[in-house]
C-alpha cells in the first residue's frame, strides 16, 4: 500500500532533519510513501480565519488523491488541518507517531538501548486533543522509551502549552510557557512538533531531540541522541 506524504512547510525548512528522518523511520518499517504532488502550506497557526485554513488544507487532500486517500503528515499543525479539512471523511489522515508501535520497532536490529538515560516526553497542544484529531496512542513517546530502557519524567507537564506560536510575536510569554515546562521536568525533552522544538531548545537550557533521533539511535544510525 503507498501512503500520501505531506511534509508541510516546516520540514522542508528549518525541521528538515525531522522529515529525512520520518521519511527513514517509515521505509525501515516497511511503508511506501510517496510526497503529495504540487503540494501547498496549511496556514498552519498563521491565519487567524478558520475556514481559511480549512480551504488550503482541502487543497492539499484533493492533490492527495492523485498518490494515495491515506496520508501520513508528520508536522502536528499540519496533520490537525487536514483532519478538520476532512469533513466528509473520505481520507486517513495520520500523523507518523502512529505508525511508530513498540512491536514493530522490536523486529528491527536494535544496536543500543536506553539503559540510565532519563527523559520528558512532551506532546505540546496539539497531537493530544482535541480527541477528534488526537494520535491514535497517547502514550507512543513513552512506550518506546520504556521498553528499551529509558526512564521517564514530567508526566504533568507533556501537554503544556510551549507557547511556541507566540514565539515570533512575544518571546517573553514563550519564554515564561518554557521556563515553567522545564521546572517541573528533567532529563533530555523528547518531542515530535517542530514549534515545540524550537521553543524548548531556545529557551530551556535542555537537550531537546525528536523521538526519531531516539529511534535511529537505537539502530545504530546515530552516534549520539
Not at 33 to 53: D, S, T
Not at 98 to 127: H, Q, R, S
Not at 203 to 223: D, H, P
Amino acid at each position: 500500500m503507498e501512503y500520501s506524504y505531506y511534509p508541510g512547510c516546516s520540514l522542508t525548512g528549518s525541521a528538515k532533519r525531522l522529515d529525512m528522518a520520518t521519511r527513514k523511520i517509515l521505509l525501515t518499517l516497511g511503508y511506501t510513501i510517496k510526497e503529495i504532488p504540487e503540494w501547498n502550506c496549511c496556514g498552519a497557526v498563521e491565519y487567524g480565519n478558520k475556514e481559511e485554513l480549512i480551504r488550503l488544507s482541502r487543497e492539499n487532500l484533493k492533490k492527495a488523491e492523485a498518490v494515495s486517500k491515506t496520508i501520513i503528515a508528520p508536522c502536528p499543525a499540519c496533520y490537525r488541518n487536514l483532519k478538520e479539512s476532512n469533513r466528509d471523511g473520505d481520507f486517513n489522515i495520520y500523523n507518523p507517531l502512529d505508525m511508530f508501535n513498540v512491536a514493530d520497532i522490536n523486529k528491527l536490529e536494535i544496536k543500543k538501548d536506553l539503559k540510565k538515560m532519563v527523559f520528558t516526553p512532551y506532546y505540546g497542544c496539539v497531537l493530544l486533543r482535541p480527541k477528534e484529531t488526537a494520535i491514535k496512542n497517547r502514550n507512543i513517546i513513552e512506550e518506546i522509551i520504556t521498553n528499551f530502557g529509558g526512564e521517564i519524567d514530567g508526566e504533568k507537564i507533556r501537554d503544556r502549552c510551549c507557547g511556541g506560536n507566540l514565539f515570533f510575536s512575544n518571546k517573553e510569554m514563550t519564554e515564561k510557557c518554557v521556563n515553567l515546562i522545564a521546572s517541573r521536568s528533567k532529563g533530555i525533552f523528547v518531542v515530535y512538533c517542530p514549534l515545540c522544538h524550537m521553543a524548548l531548545n531556545t529557551f530551556s537550557n535542555r537537550k531537546v531531540v525528536y523521538i526519531t533521533n531516539i529511534i535511529l539511535y537505537m539502530l545504530g544510525e546515530r552516534k549520539n541522541i
